[in-house]
């Protein structure tokens, strides 16, 4: 049991506390899928769970495709995760440590608020996120809407 | 110029690793708890540089319920056993994985086990680097885990599947990693289908091996030494998926040279040529879980006359996930030609998410051995533990 309280810092504790938190009181948003506003690949559901779930590298038309995450705690990726992916927190967890260990995929860059994801997805041609679809701006494209 | 500045990254690699490495010997019983607070304390800064860390441990708790023949072997690549007396040692272990971004094409990645069944002397298990050509196709170089059975790749990382271990009447295999090359290609196909595609070469020599010299049971077992060598190892891997599904297929054939040696004398060498078929078909939609899997083994000791072993193993897993909690049950079944090695395990278990990065489990085992030979037991096992990543 001591070993147990060691692997959870008073940092992870207070991020489960924010994510329980979060969940409660909000209602559900919309979740936006966002993309290079250069980039002009038409991108599917299932192309989108299958980048987002490390199966596969490439957008449909054979360009690079790189996820970019927002960190847990953040409504719009529980939402993200429950709704395009069909997942809970624990078990999209448990399929990308599998990737991260085995050594098929590299680990999703994670951002803490929506401002850099746009920030990050305004400036890389390959990137592709999520954010709450109210916080879409100009510098992006949005390839899809849950 | 890009080799070369590879060499750099992995020398050091191997650098911090040694370090990390002295810092577990000076501490035996606490060796788990300084990887899980190297990894807590640097995985939130990973991003900062261009070196991520991750981790994963198991701390798991087990004992044997048996009449007679009470030792259970559980990890076999390891040569993990459990008795009837209550343990941690078997099956708790931890890994710390440094993966260094090159440039946006080049990557190396180190990995360190430390294991309860080898006295927590962390080594390298894992250690390559991986070249992305296209985004389409990969080439790996260096140590790797032999993608052997469908959980072999991660037969560590209790966190990614429901069972405290993949079912041990299926997961008996002597050569754990191997070092060669791996290509992947990863691409779509039609109807919204995935397809990865490995095919590595490469070979491994395991002078005393824990499989043979723990599971052999010669009669002064522990003095006794068994060296494996598999040689042109060659495999392919074909994972394809969509939503729920994913199915894989594989073959690998090896060249295995055994040498044994008994306490006092030498006992035998032999070349054998082996062939491994598996086909794995998995669903999890989110509530219902359905894991199978086949294996079949061919080894031939004369290849002109064609005379060979064969066994087959098989396991099916249905589980049900309600919000944290996952029931599952599961068969698996080893079973030779020559009827020297057959046992079976039906397991029921429980596995529980009561926190996003650290699930609790739960399990029973009764393991039937009608075998000619003795290679598992008439034994009854309850563990339990926890499986973290960070």
Same mark, same amino acid.
């Given at each position: 049991?001591?070993? /147990? !309280?060691?692997? +959870? &810092?008073?940092?992870?504790? #207070?991020? $489960?506390?924010? /994510? !329980?938190?979060? +969940? &409660?009181?909000?209602?559900? #948003?919309? $979740?936006?899928i966002?993309v ?5 690949v038409s991108v599917s559901a299932a192309d989108i769970s299958n980048i987002f779930l490390?199966r596969i590298?490439s957008f449909p038309d054979?360009?690079?495709a ?18 395009v ?43 592709i ?14 390839v899809h809407?849950? | ?187 779509n196909?039609?109807?919204d289908?995935v ?196």
């Amino acid at each position: 049991m001591k070993l /147990l !309280f060691i692997t +959870c &810092s008073p940092k992870t504790w #207070a991020s $489960v506390f924010i /994510l !329980f938190w979060a +969940c &409660s009181g909000l209602a559900a #948003a919309d $979740v936006a899928i966002i993309v290079h506003p250069d980039n002009k690949v038409s991108v599917s559901a299932a192309d989108i769970s299958n980048i987002f779930l490390g199966r596969i590298n490439s957008f449909p038309d054979g360009e690079k495709a790189t996820p970019v995450v927002l960190k847990k705690g953040n409504p719009a990726r529980s939402e993200f995760i429950t709704k395009v992916l069909s997942q809970s927190e624990a078990k999209y967890k448990s399929h990308w440590s599998r990737l991260i260990f085995t050594g098929q995929a590299t680990p999703p860059l994670e951002l803490k608020s929506s401002e850099a994801i746009l920030e990050r997805v305004s400036r890389k041609k390959d990137a592709i996120a999520f954010i709450d679809a109210q916080e879409v701006t100009d510098d992006v494209r949005v390839v899809h809407v849950f | 110029m890009a080799q070369s500045r590879l060499q750099n990254r992995r020398f050091l690699g191997y650098h911090s690793n040694h370090l990390i490495e002295s810092l577990f010997a000076s501490v035996i019983p606490r060796k788990i708890a300084v990887i899980c607070l190297i990894g807590s304390f640097i995985s939130d800064h990973a991003y900062a540089s261009d070196v991520w860390f991750n981790g994963f441990a198991s701390i798991v708790m087990g004992r044997t319920y048996a009449d007679r023949n009470d030792t259970l072997l559980v990890d076999y690549p390891a040569g993990g056993s459990y008795e009837s007396k209550s343990t941690m040692q078997t099956e708790t272990l931890a890994g710390l994985q440094m993966l260094s971004i090159i440039n946006e094409d080049l990557n190396a990645t180190v990995q360190v086990v430390g294991r309860g069944t080898e006295e927590f002397n962390a080594s390298i298990e894992w250690a390559y680097f991986t070249y992305e050509m296209t985004p389409e196709w990969k080439i790996q170089g260096g140590r790797k885990r032999l993608p052997l059975y469908f959980y072999s790749d991660f037969f560590d990382l209790g966190y990614a599947y429901h069972w405290i271990r993949p079912p041990q009447d299926n997961y008996t295999w002597q050569i754990f990693n191997y070092n060669g090359i791996n290509v992947i290609y990863n691409t779509n196909i039609p109807d919204d289908w995935v397809l990865q595609i490995n095919a590595y070469y490469g070979r491994e020599d395991s002078p005393e091996n824990p499989f043979n010299m723990r599971s052999l049971r010669p009669p002064a077992s522990r003095f006794y030494q068994s060296g494996e060598n598999w040689k042109d190892i060659f495999g392919t891997v074909i994972n394809a998926s969509k939503g729920p599904v994913e199915f894989r297929i594989n073959h690998m054939s090896a060249e295995r040279e055994i040498t044994e040696k008994a306490l006092d004398h030498e006992k035998k060498d032999a070349a054998n040529h082996i062939q491994f078929y598996g086909a794995s078909l998995n669903y999890d939609d989110g509530s219902l879980i359905v894991l199978s899997e086949l294996n079949l083994y061919q080894e031939f000791y004369d290849t002109t006359t064609g005379d060979h072993i064969y066994w087959e193993t098989w396991l099916i897993s249905l589980g049900y996930r309600i919000n944290d909690f996952i029931p599952h049950v599961t068969h698996s079944v080893f079973d030779s030609e020559d009827g020297q090695e057959r046992h079976e395990t039906l397991s029921l278990g429980l596995r529980w998410d009561f926190h996003p990065s650290v699930a609790f489990k739960i399990q029973g085992d009764k393991t039937r051995d009608y075998g000619n030979g003795s290679f598992s037991s008439n034994t009854d096992l309850i563990s339990f533990g926890f499986d973290a990543v960070f």
